[in-house]
């Protein structure tokens, strides 16, 4: 299966189950042989597939070079992106030169944004190995780094020029890493595909895995073209994000899992949404009901007061108002302002 993103600078994902033993052959068709690649990946996946994408690449004629890093949503720093630097530099590359990503979430917005920033922008290519990279963050242009006041909160958009979704990577997952990207799987139905959130609730969604993540990233796909810098529509694919953010913030980035933190997001914006009359009734009840089918956490560890606090520098906010996302019901969804208490009156 291959989906086009129409983007700026518009690429193709390609998703099929073998296609890591292609990357030679599809990165061909974007650089010259000869051209120099850094393959960035971390501790845990490097193990996995660095050798057979270096093999591939090696074989359509590219030098690779590699960086591995320290697995762990701990080391989305600068720190990290300064290895990054030093390892592209030492080994001379240029702007013509070429970054392949090799892993989850935080290999993609980390090598994107190295790319996107040494030498003032570079090519890169994507090859997402979790569920939630695959389904959801390879896709739409967003790298960056967290700080340590919040998550994400330096970065750029800079779109990938290819990428390589194989779903035979994901049978190398832990489960609950696995469980974890359904939390953004579960968002796209929640958002825009009703149908794919009934197959979620029925269980049988994840019988064509190939399928699902096909699906989720033409979700995706279709907001990142409508809003390609994140000014308006594309804000929706954030639902369950401002508190999922602030949770994860909250929890120090360890501990509690992206999707898991968004899984709770999700449910605490339809308990907002329901009691503001803007979200039908037990509708966050049916939600957290899919969740807790895949193993995911539906209820927060801490106080409303200290999660709305913690929104503060979420990149939604104006002020002290934060432009909120909202479903109406399954499907349907949208973006309301609303201050922060408002937002805590409506949680607690």
């Known amino acids: 299966m291959k989906i086009e993103v129409k ?21 061909q068709g974007l650089k010259k042989p000869g051209t120099k690649l850094m393959l960035i990946s971390d501790s845990n996946v490097m193990p996995l597939y660095g050798q057979r994408v270096e093999d591939s690449l090696k074989a359509a004629g590219f ?10 949503e701990e080391n989305k720093q600068l720190s990290t992106i300064m290895d990054m630097y030093q390892a592209l530099a030492e080994n001379g590359f240029t702007r ?15 090598g994107g944004f190295a790319a996107a920033t040494f030498l003032r922008g570079m090519d890169f290519v994507q090859i997402p190995t979790s569920l939630v990279s695959q389904a959801d963050a390879s896709v739409g242009g967003k790298t960056g780094v967290d700080l340590p006041f919040g998550k994400n909160l ?3 958009f800079h779109q990938p020029s290819a990428v390589i979704t194989d779903s035979d990577a994901l049978s190398t997952l832990p489960r609950r890493y696995f469980n974890d990207g359904l939390g953004e799987v579960i968002k796209h139905g929640c958002i825009a595909d009703p149908v794919l959130f009934q197959a979620l609730e029925q269980g049988a969604a994840l019988d064509d895995l190939e399928q699902v993540v096909g699906r989720s990233i033409a979700i995706k796909r279709d907001f990142v073209e409508a ?4 000014t308006g529509r594309r ?5 369950g994000h401002t508190c999922g953010h602030a949770l994860e913030k909250l929890h120090g980035f360890r501990g509690l899992s992206h999707g898991e933190a968004v899984g709770i997001g999700m449910v605490l914006a339809c308990r907002a949404g329901e009691k503001l009359g803007l979200t039908q009734p037990g509708t966050g009840e049916r939600i957290a009901g899919v969740l807790g089918q895949y193993g995911l956490p539906v209820k927060p560890e801490f106080r409303m007061e200290e999660i709305v606090e913690a929104t503060a520098l979420d990149k939604k906010s104006d002020g ?15 973006i309301q302002p609303i201050s922060r208490a408002e937002l805590l009156a409506a949680l607690r």
């Open 320 to 334: 002290e108002s934060l432009r909120f996302i909202f479903i109406k019901t399954i499907g349907e969804s949208f």
């Open 235 to 239: 804000m929706i694919l954030n639902f």
């Open 154 to 156: 330096v970065g750029a």
């Open 63 to 72: 030098p690779v070079f590699r960086f591995t890093f320290p697995a762990g």
């Open 96 to 110: 013509t030169d070429m970054v392949v990503t090799l892993g989850g979430g935080v290999t993609g917005d980390m």
């Open 7 to 27: 983007t700026t600078a518009p690429y193709t994902v390609t998703v099929e189950r073998g296609a890591i033993d292609r990357a030679g052959s599809i990165v």
């Open 227 to 230: 809003d390609t810098r994140d």
